[in-house]
């Protein structure tokens, strides 16, 4: 889809643990995104990224940190995963006009 | 946060047209309407997008009012692949807000 993968898929981790998701684009797009789903939500921005090592927080960052040392990879961290961040995660890339959405990794924190 | 206002949910009849509205009063005159939809727990699909020109493409046809301030998405002969959640976004910049949509279900 869009030469745009997320790794993991799915990925059940405990309370208090790290967690890294990785999103990777084939595409050279400046613009990567991250994003959380969670029912009576939509899709809620967490950080995004404007180009590399340039990055900003969305709506909802508390508890998250990214980074992006390569164009094509950008990374979203769970310094200590809590139950509250059990959700489907979606990583989406842009070239300034519209954005492409990778398939998602559903994550749960027991 | 999401600058656009939708219907929470409709229905339509297949082979009938789904016109689904969206209010973006806010927008400013530079700034694109988009839309996506949402099938089951897939990625957001990209559908169209449009400034102050009626677009249309092989999905979908876009109506924006004169003044800027709503849309119209319509699926012209809507099938049941097309139930989904659709959402109309107003970017900020380059960032892309999602508010909660309109569930869209086509009734056989």
């Known amino acids: 889809d869009a030469g745009i993968t997320q790794s993991p898929r799915h990925k059940v981790t405990e309370t208090g643990t790290p967690v890294t998701l990785r999103c990777h684009q084939t595409e050279n797009h400046r613009y990567m995104y991250w994003y959380r789903q969670d029912p009576g939500h939509g899709l809620r921005l967490i950080h995004y990224?404007?180009?590399?090592?340039?990055?900003d927080k969305g709506e909802v960052s508390d508890g998250y940190s990214v980074s992006r040392s390569k164009t094509e990879d950008f990374l979203l961290t769970l310094e200590s995963a809590t139950s509250s961040q059990t959700s489907v995660y979606f990583c989406?890339?842009?070239?300034?006009?519209?954005?492409?959405f990778g398939q998602g990794t559903r994550l749960t924190v027991v | 946060d999401a600058k656009t206002t939708q219907p929470p949910s409709m229905d339509c009849a297949e082979g009938r047209a789904a016109n689904l509205p969206c209010n973006h009063s806010?927008?400013?005159?530079?700034?694109?309407v988009y839309w996506y939809r949402q099938i089951h727990s897939q990625g957001p699909q990209y559908i169209i997008h449009?400034?102050?020109n009626n677009e249309t493409n092989e999905m979908a046809s876009l109506i924006i009012t004169e003044d800027r301030k709503s849309s119209t998405l319509i699926l012209p002969h809507a099938t049941l692949r097309d139930t989904a959640v659709y959402y109309c976004i107003e970017p900020t910049g380059n960032q892309f807000y999602f508010g909660t949509g309109t569930s869209l279900t086509v009734i056989p």
């Open positions: 806010t927008i400013s005159g530079n700034e694109y």
């Open positions: 449009g400034l102050k």
């Open positions: 989406a890339i842009s070239s300034a006009a519209e954005a492409f």
């Open positions: 990224s404007y180009g590399v090592k340039d990055t």
